[in-house]
């Protein structure tokens, strides 16, 4: 679990016209993080994973992914990078209320 200061940061795969973002955030419903985004995208927006990580995980999954690399945080959404989230990132909802709960958990024994 990566851990800067007191906050649980996630690394978060987002779908809209045939891209996969690979961003990061430490806000714990990623609600109000897509409302941004959402904002400079004419393509609706669908969470497709999220993993626990901090920037070294994001920096590290761009240059994993770099060879689908559209425009900054932006990939192609191609058959290794699904792969990689249908099989690393959690997207599920119970999965991601589970993570909601160990980051508030995490916050109060801090």
């Not at 007191?6 to 973002?21: N, P, R, S």
């Amino acid at each position: 679990m990566q851990q800067i200061g007191h906050t649980l940061h996630k690394v978060y795969f987002v779908e809209a016209g045939g891209y996969i973002k690979i961003g990061r955030s430490d806000q714990i419903d990623l609600k109000q993080r897509f409302v941004g985004i959402q904002g400079g995208n004419p393509h609706k927006l669908k969470l497709v994973g999220i993993m626990l990580g901090d920037n070294r995980l994001e920096h590290v999954l761009h240059h994993k992914f770099r060879s689908l690399r559209a425009e900054g945080e932006w990939f192609k959404s191609g058959r290794k990078l699904m792969d990689f989230i249908t099989n690393f990132a959690v997207i599920e909802d119970y999965q991601i209320n589970l993570l909601q709960k160990l980051e508030k958990y995490h916050h109060k024994i801090i």
